[in-house]
C-alpha cells in the first residue's frame, strides 16, 4: 500500500516563529488532508489540497502531485497550534474510500 | 447543528466482552469510517461504508463488526476476538466515497 512520512516528527518553537512541515507519499494519490489534533484528540480538517496550493488565515499549504510532497506552512505560530499535525492520502487506484496517516509532526509552541 | 457524535466518550470494559461503540452523523453523507489510534501512532482503517447496506473491510478489521443500516448510523463492535482492544476510536464521514473525510469527537476504549 501507499507509504506515507511525515517530518519532523518533533518540533518546539518560540511564539511568534514560522514553520513547515513536510508530507512524503509513495504514489498517486486523489486525496490529500491535513488535520491538526488538539489536546482532546479531537482532528480538525485543515486544508482538503490534493494538488495546488492553499490558504487559510495563517496557515498555508502546497501539493506537489507530480513530485509525491505536500508541505504545510505555520506562520507567526501561537501556544494554540500545539498538538500533532496529521497529513493523510488517498491513492489513485485501488479504493477511493481509504485514507492512510502519516505518523505525525508533534508541535509544541512556548512563550 | 450539523456534525458527527459518537458516544460514549470514555468507555471501560472487561476482557472478554463485546462492545459497541456509536457513530452518528447528520450531515446527510453518504460514507461512513472507523479507524482506530495507539498512542504515538497515526490513525488506521478498520472498516468503511460506501453507501447504506453495504460496507468493506479496511486494514486491520480483524475482532471488529459494523452494521449500516441507516444512512446517519454506522456502529462498530469490538468482539472479544480482538487481542487488542484499548484504543481510541474515530469515526469519520464524507459526501462519497474518496472526497473530504470529517471526524467525530472519538471513543477511548480501555479493556482490562
Known amino acids: 500500500g501507499i507509504q506515507v512520512e511525515q517530518s519532523p516528527p518533533d518540533l518546539i518553537l518560540q511564539e511568534g516563529a514560522n514553520s513547515t512541515l513536510r508530507c512524503n507519499f509513495s504514489d498517486s494519490v486523489n486525496n490529500l488532508q491535513w488535520f491538526h489534533q488538539n489536546p482532546w484528540g479531537q482532528l480538525i480538517n485543515l486544508f482538503y489540497?490534493?494538488?495546488g496550493t492553499k490558504q487559510n488565515g495563517r496557515l498555508s499549504a502546497t501539493t506537489v502531485a507530480t513530485e509525491r510532497y505536500s508541505l504545510l506552512y505555520i506562520s507567526s505560530s501561537q501556544t494554540t497550534d500545539s498538538g500533532v499535525y496529521f497529513c493523510?492520502?488517498?491513492?489513485?487506484?485501488?479504493?477511493?474510500?481509504?485514507?492512510?496517516f502519516g505518523t505525525g509532526t508533534r508541535l509544541q509552541v512556548t512563550l | 447543528d450539523g456534525g458527527i457524535t459518537q458516544s460514549p466518550k470514555y468507555l471501560f470494559r472487561k476482557e472478554g466482552q463485546n462492545v459497541t461503540l456509536s457513530c452518528e452523523q447528520n450531515?446527510?453523507?453518504?460514507?461512513m469510517y472507523w479507524y482506530r489510534q495507539d498512542p504515538g501512532q497515526g490513525l488506521r482503517l478498520i472498516y468503511y461504508s460506501q453507501i447504506v447496506n453495504d460496507f468493506q473491510k479496511g486494514d486491520i478489521a480483524e475482532g471488529y463488526s459494523v452494521s449500516r443500516e441507516k444512512k446517519e448510523s454506522f456502529p462498530l463492535t469490538v468482539t472479544s476476538a480482538q487481542k487488542n482492544p484499548t484504543a481510541f476510536y474515530l469515526c469519520?464521514?464524507?459526501?462519497?466515497?474518496?472526497?473530504?473525510?470529517?471526524f467525530g469527537p472519538g471513543t477511548r476504549l480501555t479493556v482490562t
Open positions: 469519520a464521514s464524507s459526501i462519497v466515497a474518496g472526497s473530504e473525510q470529517y
Open positions: 489540497i490534493p494538488s
Open positions: 493523510a492520502v488517498g491513492p489513485n487506484t485501488g479504493t477511493a474510500s481509504k485514507l492512510t
Open positions: 450531515l446527510n453523507h453518504d460514507a
